[in-house]
């Protein structure tokens, strides 16, 4: 079981959810997920976010259990998304005296969420405001758009300790036995990466606070070498490139074009590059590719001609790609083709709405298959992006 033991004073009374295949109805779960709530004790108790409602009876007993007994005063509403809200109605209704303390943008919108009039008992607070609880006082940053308008984090100045929202967060449940960057980037760039300007503004703020302890709403309890996970933030918010080595992202109808995009890894790899990463889109799970073309600063596409444009599996990801501000690539173009080609036309085109794409010479324009002229172009692209 992961750690959560924060301090005698803050406690975690989230759960996580391994039943749940599909988070927002789209990104894959192959070790569920965690849902991430904190209560602070101390003259004055406080707990900080709620919890999606499939997770709420046990949310609600974490919370009851660490009472003891005694009242619940604030509600604080960091974030409103329903897999944080989710079981809002249920606390406001079973502790009716409790203030709720949210930003002004969220109390403008929480009542599409709720069914309980909270009008008379929210706290409306903002950059720079606090709240004391005794020994414990919040000092809220306001971090609109890390992810949506109404977002508030609150950091703790006795424990240092940095309430994050869904900042820092990742995928899968708090037991999962895996690396922490590689969900934290799948989760990061599928969730949050339009908004890497606005993420840049929070780490700013976040540079002036000692902060020794951060409690996202989502994946572990971050405790130790936080520097090397704020680092990942930066580089991932700043549209920079991760890691040295190649993405390749083919989608073929017949096989012809993943012969090509395997004969290009030999070629890449025989030259020296340090990693060469590839995916069907048809096949692979298009949030690992959205995150294997944030990861690297070179990519190439290949990919069919299809009805005088290109494989709608590659057109779509092109769109993921877009909504996501993808920027400051180099991109290398493969296209197959039988009779009429226009892959690498419509690829082009998509690709000139994005920020500081960089396209090399040659494209590759295959006739189904590898003609000796196509491998050498193929070999020219292994140089460049070696």
């Known amino acids: 079981m992961e750690d959560t033991f924060i301090s005698e004073s803050i406690k975690y009374v989230g759960a996580s959810d391994r039943s749940l295949d599909l988070f927002e109805g789209q990104y894959i779960l192959p070790e569920g997920m965690a849902y991430n709530s904190y209560l602070i004790l101390d003259e004055k108790t406080a707990v900080m976010d709620t919890v999606d409602e499939l997770i709420q009876e046990k949310y609600l007993e974490n919370i009851k259990k660490e009472l003891d007994g005694r009242a619940l005063d604030y509600?604080?509403?960091?974030?409103?998304?329903?897999?944080?809200?989710?079981?809002?109605?249920?606390?406001?209704?079973?502790?009716?005296?409790?203030?709720?303390?949210?930003?002004?943008?969220?109390?403008?919108?929480?009542?599409?969420?709720?069914?309980?009039?909270?009008?008379?008992r929210a706290i409306t607070v903002g950059e720079g405001d606090t709240l004391c609880l005794g020994t414990h006082t919040l000092h809220f940053v306001t971090a609109p758009m890390v992810h949506w308008p109404e977002?508030?984090?609150?950091?703790?100045?006795?424990?240092?300790?940095l309430f994050a929202a869904d900042a820092f967060g990742k995928f899968g449940a708090l037991d999962a036995d895996e690396d922490w960057a590689c969900e934290a980037r799948r989760y990061y760039f599928n969730i949050v990466g339009k908004y890497g300007t606005q993420v840049q503004a929070l780490l700013k703020k976040a540079a002036g606070l000692d902060i020794r302890t951060i409690c996202p709403l989502h994946g572990p309890i971050l405790k130790e070498n936080l520097g090397y996970y704020i680092g990942l933030y930066d580089t991932w918010s700043s549209y920079k490139p991760e890691a040295e080595g190649v993405f390749i992202a083919y989608a073929t109808l017949h096989g012809h074009t993943r012969t090509v995009a395997e004969k290009l890894r030999e070629m890449l790899l025989a030259e020296g590059c340090p990693k060469v990463a590839i995916a069907d889109l048809s096949r692979d799970d298009i949030a690992e590719c959205v995150e294997d073309a944030f990861k690297y600063g070179k990519i190439v596409l290949a990919a069919s001609s299809y009805d005088a444009g290109v494989m709608p599996k590659m057109?779509?990801?092109?769109?993921?790609?877009?909504?996501?501000?993808?920027?400051?690539?180099?991109?290398a173009l493969i296209e197959n083709t039988s009779w009429a080609p226009s892959a690498i036309r419509?690829?082009?085109?998509?690709?000139?709405?994005?920020?500081?794409?960089?396209?090399?010479?040659?494209?590759?324009?295959?006739?189904?298959?590898?003609?000796?002229?196509?491998?050498?172009?193929?070999?020219?692209?292994?140089?460049?992006?070696?």
Do not use: W
Not at 82 to 93: F, I, T
Not at 97 to 118: G, P, R, Y
């Open 346 to 386: 419509t690829m082009k085109g998509l690709l000139e709405t994005m920020k500081n794409i960089t396209i090399i010479e040659p494209t590759v324009s295959v006739k189904v298959k590898l003609s000796e002229e196509n491998e050498k172009q193929l070999s020219e692209i292994a140089k460049q992006f070696a």
């Open 151 to 161: 977002v508030i984090l609150s950091y703790e100045d006795s424990e240092k300790v």
């Open 75 to 120: 509600i604080v509403v960091q974030h409103l998304e329903p897999d944080h809200s989710g079981s809002l109605e249920a606390l406001v209704s079973l502790y009716p005296e409790a203030k709720v303390v949210l930003s002004a943008k969220a109390k403008s919108m929480v009542q599409n969420f709720l069914d309980t009039d909270i009008s008379e």
């Open 315 to 331: 057109e779509d990801f092109l769109h993921h790609l877009k909504a996501k501000n993808y920027q400051n690539r180099t991109v």
